[in-house]
């Protein structure tokens, strides 16, 4: 299991990368959601106490910090649930001192709630009361950052996305799963981790990456057993070593994307890299777009489509790229190699080459011509 830490401790180097990648989302997430709905939930299972011993804010105080300041006046004024969750008792006082001492004066459509618990044991009641009312959760996005695997259940974490508009965020330390793979005491934990016990068949598996790549997709076909028809994750190098990834499971393509592009414009500094799913070499920070290309041209090629369709193919999870990149280092690629055709009927609707409107039909070859 992941050593304990004391109430305060130093934000790691690489857990900054997580921080970045959550404040760059959530500042998309509450524009986007406070459109149609009129209350959000953002739910920290492991909040600990709010702030690192090197000045570092944490994720309840990024989350409130990123509302509070929000460019958009709808979010400002929208009605948000903050659910904060956190088992040890000490870390817990020292996050709602911080919050007290930081937002003396709250706007009253922000709601802060604590639970001095277990994050299974605070969202089954939560879920369970809930349920019991006949009512579903509001739009919600959960961050799950556990120190090691235990209380993180994939059976909660369906219970979570089976509520329209819900997602999660997911943190796994890859190196715990890994050193206790053949422990027998340990497979309850793995059971519970995974919903089910096909993770079993990673024992057999002697090559180390293809037995991460095999669990992590147990892990993400479980995901998507629940509603969620997306699931990515992200890994986090530090040089060649893995360090951790981030899981992120959602009913929408579109916060898909969103994620996708917080991963990609955020720079975890140093020598720490993050590298996609699909692809193990892709080093985001000097990204090859030959793969993007590649898919776009399997899925695509022989029929017209628009730019639209293929900005929603993109952004979901069947690429490790998003949409704001396809247009520049994919179609513009293709039509400088004469592998692009605009319809004629929607030739009109360019003002200039190379540049592609989201209702324009095109067609793209599957070979380079002759």
């Not at 990515?232 to 579109?254: C, D, P």
Request: a neutral charge.
């Amino acid at each position: 299991m992941a050593k304990r830490q004391e109430t305060l401790w130093e934000l790691n180097e690489h857990s900054l990368g997580k921080h970045l990648v959550l404040k760059s989302y959530i500042n998309a997430w509450f524009p986007i959601l406070s459109k149609y709905n009129g209350r959000l939930l953002f739910i920290d299972g492991f909040a600990g106490p709010g702030e690192y011993n090197n000045g570092y804010i944490g994720s309840p105080l990024i989350a409130l910090d990123a509302a509070l300041n929000h460019q958009h006046q709808a979010v400002r004024e929208q009605e948000i649930v903050f659910f904060f969750i956190e088992n040890d008792k000490k870390r817990l006082d020292h996050l709602k001192s911080l919050i007290e001492e930081r937002y003396p004066n709250l706007p009253s459509n922000f709601k802060v709630h604590f639970s001095e618990s277990k994050f299974d044991a605070a969202m089954t009641h939560l879920l369970d009361y809930i349920e019991e009312q006949n009512k579903k959760l509001a739009p919600c996005f959960a961050m799950i950052d556990p120190f090691g695997v235990s209380d993180t259940p994939m059976s909660i974490v369906h219970r979570i996305l089976k509520n329209p508009k819900a997602e999660v965020y997911v943190s796994v330390m890859y190196e715990y799963i890994n050193r206790f793979l053949g422990s027998p005491e340990f497979e309850p934990h793995l059971n519970e981790l995974f919903g089910g016990n096909e993770w079993v068949q990673a024992k057999a598996i002697e090559d180390k990456h293809e037995k991460k790549e095999f669990l992590y997709q147990v892990y993400k076909s479980k995901l998507k057993e629940s509603r969620a028809t997306n699931a990515i994750h992200f890994e986090l190098f530090k040089g060649n070593r893995h360090v951790y990834s981030i899981f992120f499971a959602t009913q929408s393509w579109m916060g898909t994307d969103k994620m996708k592009s917080a991963i990609w414009n955020i720079a975890p500094g140093g020598d720490f890299v993050f590298r996609g799913m699909a692809n193990n070499e892709l080093d985001l920070a000097s990204p090859d777009y030959g793969p993007l290309i590649d898919a776009i041209v399997e899925q695509f090629s022989g029929r017209w489509v628009t730019p639209r369709r293929i900005a929603e193919f993109v952004g979901s999870d069947r690429t490790d790229y998003h949409s704001s990149q396809f247009k520049k280092n994919a179609l513009k690629v293709l039509e400088k190699d004469e592998r692009l055709t605009i319809h004629p009927e929607d030739a009109h609707k360019r003002k200039k080459r190379f540049t592609y409107r989201d209702d324009i039909r095109l067609m793209i070859d599957a070979e380079p011509r002759d």
